[in-house]
């Protein structure tokens, strides 16, 4: 046990000292009669051995020590905290082929122990040091410190060694006698914390106790004995990771203070270690990584093989098509197939391969497997000169059928047995419908304008070519490199439409491009491309929108590389880097996706000299409170794995949260009715407002919200809900739609100036005026509320402070941020001073105000106000920091409580702050 090498002479010297001589092993007798009446320790070498079946750890190599092998360890005191001291543990020599291995250890003082290893343990022939008298060294002889097979869990195995000394330390001619104890019991296999982000398992703790006793002769000395005890966690592959030491003698005197030893960073077997930085992440499959040069990609899983196109730059193999192995990543060429190959598409009974020539204008079928081609059509000039093909799409009906998109001013073309038809589509997009996909009953091409406006269009299939369809009513994301039809569905990069309508029904969150997976519908998704180089594949319900898994394949990439999804056999996909390699990525999660996390929210609990706050760490876009069953409720953006989508419910007493089932993609604004019967949900993913019940959040209704032909399908930025009826609620939109009325959930047909945006809505108490809060304009507008819809009456400006967030009407009174205006002639009645927003009482005349935001301590403070004189009655500190700048909003929670909602700003995660306190009302 280490905590005994760090001196040689610590046990004995400490014995011999306390005899209060000047120095240890002094000369003498190996025995002699005891002047003390004390009978020397007889001689005894015993190995008490406990019975039951051993556990081997052959192949968990518990007590690594390679050549260079050093660890370095934070030594903290018996708080727990540190004491500025690294200890360092060294393999200094060996090991031999005998098996021996030196290693020192400085806790306390330099020293170094020498073991002999082998399938027995670790082995100490000199125990007590070299320095140790012979005839103590001859009974000690050598000891197992670590003995392996282990013993049973819980068991002590127990060593004792007595007899002489070898030396006289009193100085009466005789020498003296000693007792040597070892204990250790094998506490198990446990998890070990070395630091918020790394916790190994299967560690092995052991408890050690050494106790040494020195039996003097003289007249007037009795024994001493110096006793040291370790608890030590070993970890497979690494060694020591943990040790708790300490040393006392008999007259209860503390030699060495409790303390630990918690690794910290080191080299061993190889591998560098640091556990104060996070570790990289861990690639959740296997890759193989083809470099091929090349221009498209795709996969034939009739035949389980890639194709890619190859460029005539490749010297050798140039201007051919490259057959890839999913398996082995092994590439074969066919034989020169034109000039410039590019776009790719395959046939639904993989019988043909349709090949853009980019050198010549031309479009070439080819027979697979033989690659031998079956025809040739030339692809017109235009006034830019000869065009070439940019997309090719093959009908699943029929393969001798293809829609092709040609550049330049040439549109979207249909082939039909290798022969250009006459009727084309969308020549006046110089950049428009770069990708194309026939439906499941090829009447109709789906295409996707990934250059300019972003939209989806829908081409009819006629017997001469194509003809105008319809229009989404949105755009899709930017440079989608992706669309697909499955299921009576259109997914167009990360947004999923209704095939029919044209409508978006929700967005992957974080996902540029998405595919169908040919077994499950489940859809595959790259994510978002971040400068930290990380790159995942996301794994997403094709109705729920909600993402199961976020599998990483790779720890760094190319940032705004041109990427491309394929997906390869069961268990694999593809990633196209286009013009460099192409990364076959396995894993048995993308074969069985695991069962999605149930979100677990950290919670923070604070004080201060006002109260008590409790941080709630959940990922949220906005937030109200239930006053009739006491909850919070929370819209959960997609972007949560698992349990995206949906309602969070928020305990205001514990912070505890539990999620409803998907309630459409990416909720955000929120409003409850007046009773508590209904929540209205704005939905960003689909442009839509839903109608749940409470508490159910069972679906009572939807609404898709209008579309602007420049600036697609509006979204709901704010939605108030009328005080006299559940069933009327106002909608602030986007894109330049105005705020409209839902009357049960259908939009009435007047809404007011589209191009008037309302931050925030609030009905008056009869619920017959609509006030409006524009912080672009810096305007307070009222709204009446007719019976189809509503009509603007009159506006004000105002001053107000930055960050101003809310609107509210009580006691005919709106509140703006911090401003009271009167109704109706909207004259500003007064503010409170140095808030930026607040919100009425529910009952009573009180405001709830959040300060202006204190940049210089980070200190927040809710301001408790009287509405009537605006002053101030309270100042409460609600926290000592918070972020900065943040997007804050304060809602009022039971009795005694606010809520501040820190929402998505900066690189900050959000997450809830609950501030309760006596001086609340």
Request: net charge negative.
């Amino acid at each position: 046990m280490h905590l005994t090498r760090r001196k040689p002479y610590a046990l004995p010297c400490a014995a011999a000292l306390c005899l209060l001589l000047a120095a240890c092993g002094g000369g003498g007798g190996d025995g002699g009669s005891s002047g003390n009446g004390l009978t020397p320790f007889p001689i005894e070498i015993t190995d008490t051995l406990p019975p039951g079946t051993r556990i081997d750890v052959g192949s968990k190599n518990l007590f690594q020590m390679s050549s260079g092998d050093i660890w370095y360890y934070t030594k903290l005191d018996a708080g727990g905290n540190p004491i500025g001291v690294t200890v360092t543990r060294q393999v200094t020599a060996g090991p031999d082929q005998a098996g021996h291995v030196s290693i020192s250890d400085d806790d306390g003082g330099f020293s170094v122990t020498t073991y002999l290893v082998s399938a027995d343990g670790l082995l100490d022939e000199s125990f007590l040091g070299l320095n140790t008298p012979r005839s103590a060294r001859t009974i000690m002889g050598a000891i197992f410190e670590y003995a392996t097979p282990l013993y049973p869990q819980g068991a002590e195995r127990k060593l004792v060694r007595s007899g002489p000394w070898g030396a006289d330390l009193d100085g009466d001619g005789n020498g003296e006698s000693f007792r040597f104890e070892y204990t250790q019991v094998f506490l198990g296999f446990e998890s070990a914390q070395l630091s918020s982000f790394v916790t190994l398992n299967d560690v092995a703790h052991f408890r050690n106790v050494i106790k040494l006793t020195l039996r003097p002769t003289a007249v007037g000395y009795i024994d001493y004995s110096v006793t040291g005890t370790e608890d030590a966690w070993f970890a497979p592959g690494l060694g020591m990771v943990k040790a708790q030491r300490t040393i006392v003698d008999s007259d209860g005197f503390t030699l060495d203070p409790p303390h630990t030893l918690l690794f910290r960073q080191g080299s061993v077997a190889g591998v560098n270690w640091n556990v104060t930085v996070p570790p990289p992440p861990q690639l959740d499959g296997s890759f193989i990584d083809v470099a091929l040069v090349h221009n498209a990609l795709l996969y034939d899983s009739l035949r389980n093989v890639y194709y890619a196109s190859v460029p005539g730059s490749v010297v050798g193999k140039g201007n051919s098509i490259a057959t890839i192995d999913p398996v082995t990543g092994q590439v074969s060429y066919s034989a020169p197939v034109g000039s410039e190959p590019n776009a790719l598409a395959i046939a639904a009974d993989a019988s043909v391969l349709y090949v853009g020539l980019d050198g010549s204008g031309d479009v070439v079928r080819l027979a697979l497997p033989t690659m031998t081609q079956q025809g040739t059509v030339h692809v017109p000039a235009d006034i830019f000169g000869q065009s070439r093909v940019l997309a090719i799409a093959v009908s699943p009906a029929d393969p001798s059928v293809a829609a092709i998109r040609m550049g330049r001013l040439l549109g979207v073309g249909l082939l039909r047995d290798m022969v250009l038809q006459p009727n084309r589509v969308g020549t006046a997009d110089y950049y428009g419908n770069n990708l194309l996909a026939f439906d499941a009953a090829s009447t109709a091409v789906y295409a996707l304008s990934n250059e300019t406006d972003f939209m989806l269009n829908r081409f009819t299939v006629l017997a001469d070519g194509l003809a105008d369809g319809a229009k989404a009513s949105s755009p899709t994301g930017f440079y989608s490199r992706a669309l697909s039809v499955a299921n009576s569905r259109i997914i167009a990069g990360g947004l999923v439409y209704d095939a029919a309508a044209l409508n978006a029904l929700g967005v992957i969150s974080g996902a540029p491009d998405c595919i169908p997976r040919r077994a499950d519908g489940l859809l595959v998704c790259l994510a978002t491309q971040y400068l930290s180089g990380e790159a995942r594949i996301l794994l997403a319900d094709s109705s729920t929108f909600v993402i199961g898994s976020s599998l990483l394949f790779a720890l760094s990439e190319p940032f705004n590389s041109a990427r491309h999804l394929v997906e390869g056999p069961t268990g694999q996909v593809a990633i196209s880097y286009v013009g460099t390699k192409i990364r076959l990525f396995s894993s048995p999660l993308l074969l069985t996706p695991p069962t999605p996390p149930v979100a677990a929210w950290p919670l923070t609990h604070f004080s201060t000299e006002d109260g008590q706050g409790l941080d709630v760490g959940i990922v949220h876009k906005s937030i109200v409170y239930d006053a009739t069953r006491n909850v919070y409720y929370a819209s959960v953006p997609g972007s949560v794995i698992g349990s995206g989508n949906s309602i969070a419910r928020i305990d205001p007493a514990t912070g505890q949260v539990t999620h409803s089932a998907p309630i459409g993609s990416e909720p955000n604004a929120l409003a409850i009715a007046a009773d508590a019967s209904a929540l209205y949900v704005g939905l960003d993913g689909s442009g839509e407002v839903v109608r749940l019940a409470l508490p159910s959040m069972t679906e009572t209704g939807r609404a898709r919200l209008p579309a602007d032909p420049y600036f697609g399908t509006a979204l709901a930025q704010a939605i108030a809900v009328s005080p006299t009826n559940p069933a009327v609620a106002a909608v602030s939109m986007s894109s330049q739609s105005g705020t409209g009325l839902l009357l049960d959930m259908v939009m009435q047909p007047k809404r007011t100036d589209a191009y008037k945006y309302n931050n925030a809505i609030a009905f008056d108490a009869a619920g017959t005026t609509l006030y409006g809060l524009d912080t672009t304009w810096i305007q307070l507008r009222a709204i009446q509320v007719l019976v189809d819809g509503l009509a603007e009456q009159s506006a004000v400006a105002f001053s107000a402070p930055y960050g101003t967030q809310t609107l509210a009407f009580s006691n005919n009174r709106v509140i703006v941020g911090r401003a009271l205006f009167d109704t109706p002639a909207l004259t500003q009645a007064g503010f409170i001073s140095g808030a930026v927003d607040c919100v009425p009482q529910r009952a009573g005349t009180l405001l709830l105000c959040l300060a202006v935001q204190d940049f210089s301590t980070g200190r927040v403070r809710i301001l408790v106000a009287d509405s009537g004189t605006f002053v101030i009655g309270a100042s409460l500190l609600a926290a000592t920091s918070e972020p900065s700048p943040a997007t804050r909003r304060l809602v009022q929670g039971p009795a005694g409580q606010v809520a501040i909602s820190y929402s998505y700003f900066s690189a900050i995660p959000p997450f809830l702050r609950l501030f309760t306190s006596a001086q609340l009302p």
